[in-house]
């Protein structure tokens, strides 16, 4: 049988390329690259920027960073859909996903933020909105920390500042598992159906062989994943509460069992005034975007454009 993941991406970015958006490899340092969807206009193809309009610097510059369980498009399929036409919209695939690789040994997320900054430049991004998902999310307040006159603002879902031991702890206990690479890395097609049982509020039916393809074409580069896992997992006393001068939105599935509605309401405190509102979508899980995108994308538009018109009257 043809894995239907295999038929499914040719699609996929066919979807992609009809609302403007391509993907393109850009090369970080020498030995590193990471793989963009970026705006049809801004592509490196010779005979595809010869057709596509001026890159429009006024539309807003969106930045989509992905989990842990896919790649970036996968992730964010059905918001890039909703949003392409009105931002300028960028997904990157982290390293050792979707095509992004290093021959560098750093695995920590400040690292996965340095690549996807830089790549941002090299397409030239000069100010964006983030929107992380759980590890992306991580990446995300690496990357407001580290360049905050490249991160205007950010929406943050199901997500925290740090994995620290005892955030990890608590979560693990919650799904049942000893560490995150047992979970995020399943060595069978049950854990795979188990990492989504998990991971949203209430599973339709999907038949047996999905899952079988899903867990051979989603879960290379094993080795590096889990040194990825095992860099994100700090000590509490490591952790230090950066101050970080964006506005941050948050939004999250109000069932979510990896990190809870407590996680949430904790990291907003952790945010103070920087933090806007905590909006949770009743019915969903910890892939909030995937399982209500409807919901979800209404949520994330109302905020982006609340942002926009927060960041217009700062500028005047």
């Known amino acids: 049988m043809v894995n239907t993941l295999a038929i499914y991406k040719p699609l996929l970015r066919a979807l992609m390329k009809i609302v403007g958006v391509t993907p393109q490899i850009v090369e970080i340092d020498p030995g590193t690259i990471l793989n963009f969807w970026v705006p049809d206009e801004i592509s490196s193809n010779p005979e595809r920027r010869k057709h596509a309009k001026k890159q429009d610097k006024t539309k807003p510059a969106v930045v989509f960073l992905h989990g842990f369980a896919a790649d ?103 799904i049942g598992f000893k560490s995150w690479s047992n979970y995020l890395l399943p060595d069978s097609i049950k854990g795979v159906k188990l990492l989504f049982e998990l991971a949203t509020f209430k599973l339709p039916w999907i038949p047996n062989f999905i899952y079988k393809h899903y867990f051979e074409v989603m879960f290379d580069h094993r080795k ?80 982006l454009e609340t942002l926009l018109e927060e960041n217009s009257e700062e500028a005047a």
């Open 72 to 174: 970036g498009i996968i992730t964010w399929q059905f918001q890039v859909l909703a949003l392409a036409r009105k931002y300028r919209v960028y997904v990157p695939d982290f390293l050792f996903f979707g095509g992004s690789t290093t021959d560098r040994s750093e695995r920590s997320p400040e690292f996965q933020a340095e690549c996807v900054a830089k790549g941002l430049g090299k397409l030239g991004v000069e100010r964006c909105t983030l929107v992380g998902l759980s590890y992306g999310g991580m990446v995300g307040f690496k990357m407001a920390e580290m360049y905050p006159n490249l991160v205007q603002s950010m929406v943050v879902t199901c997500s925290v500042m740090a994995l620290t031991k005892s955030i990890s702890g608590a979560g693990l206990e919650r």
């Open 224 to 303: 590096e994943k889990e040194e990825l896992l095992e860099a994100l997992v700090i000590d509490d006393k490591d952790f230090n509460l950066a101050y970080h001068p964006q506005k941050v939105h948050l939004l999250w599935g109000e069932d979510d069992i990896i990190f809870n509605m407590e996680v949430a309401e904790n990291l907003k405190r952790q945010l103070g005034d920087r933090a806007i509102v905590l909006k949770s979508i009743e019915k969903a899980g910890h892939l909030a975007q995937i399982e209500r995108p409807f919901v979800y994308n209404r949520c994330l538009e109302d905020i």
